[in-house]
């Protein structure tokens, strides 16, 4: 989740269902309100660390974590005791008495959690470079099939997978890096549109493809 230090204006952010354990590249997103991170892998309610100084969040899903631990009163009242601006917990409304409750029966966390030398990139030069190229893959080659699969209700299709996938290697400038960032956001974000929403995508993408090749032409 990488991609998310270069997006600091994104509102809504879809990881569920992905693998992820670390939550700190999302600090920096001070826009964010919404924020969906069920199955995933934190074993940790330190990660909430890196929520706390997101002043917009009101919407959180960590349900179906390793951090949510036996203890399903515990694990609300330390979320909501570090994050007491949220107004949904796991497709659950807050309640003020909730709050109030969660000063005392949860946990502060005041400090990010401990990381492993592998887990903070401390291992070789091989090492960090396979754990560069692999966690990303697995991203997002998850998120296009469910993406792909909301698609096919409306017959759209997708960039070829092999295309997006190779920007990284073939293209090196800022731009381009900026590029892939940004495609590689909103192929995310497109799991939490219906049918509507994605008609309205794609008649907008074809109206800004058609508007693109009429520029090239007339450049021509």
């Known amino acids: 989740i990488s991609i998310c230090r270069d997006l600091p204006n994104i509102e809504v952010i879809t990881f569920s269902v992905n693998g992820i354990s670390d939550l700190e590249p999302l600090h920096q997103c001070q826009n964010l309100s919404e924020l969906y991170l069920r199955r995933n892998n934190i074993r940790s309610l330190d990660e909430l660390f890196y929520l706390k100084t997101l002043p917009r969040l009101r919407v959180l899903w960590l349900a179906e974590n390793p951090c949510c631990g036996p203890d399903p009163h515990r694990y609300r009242m330390t979320v909501l005791r570090n994050l007491p601006c949220l107004q949904k917990l796991d497709n659950q409304a807050v309640t003020e008495e909730e709050l109030s409750q969660a000063l005392v029966d949860g946990v502060e966390i005041t400090a990010p959690p401990a990381r492993s030398p592998v887990e903070n990139g401390w291992c070789s030069t091989a090492s960090s470079a396979a754990g560069a190229t692999t966690e990303p893959q697995s991203l997002l080659s998850c998120s296009l099939e469910d993406t792909n699969k909301t698609q096919d209700e409306v017959d759209m299709k ?63």
Request: glycine share 2%; aromatic share 4%.
């Open 158 to 220: 997708l960039v070829p997978r092999d295309k997006y996938s190779s920007f990284s290697t073939q293209e090196t400038d800022c731009s381009c890096k900026k590029r892939n960032n940004v495609l590689n956001a909103i192929l995310l974000l497109m799991e939490e549109l219906d049918a509507e929403g994605l008609e309205i995508i794609q008649q907008t993408a074809v109206r800004s493809l058609q508007a693109l090749q009429k520029k090239e032409l007339q450049e021509e």
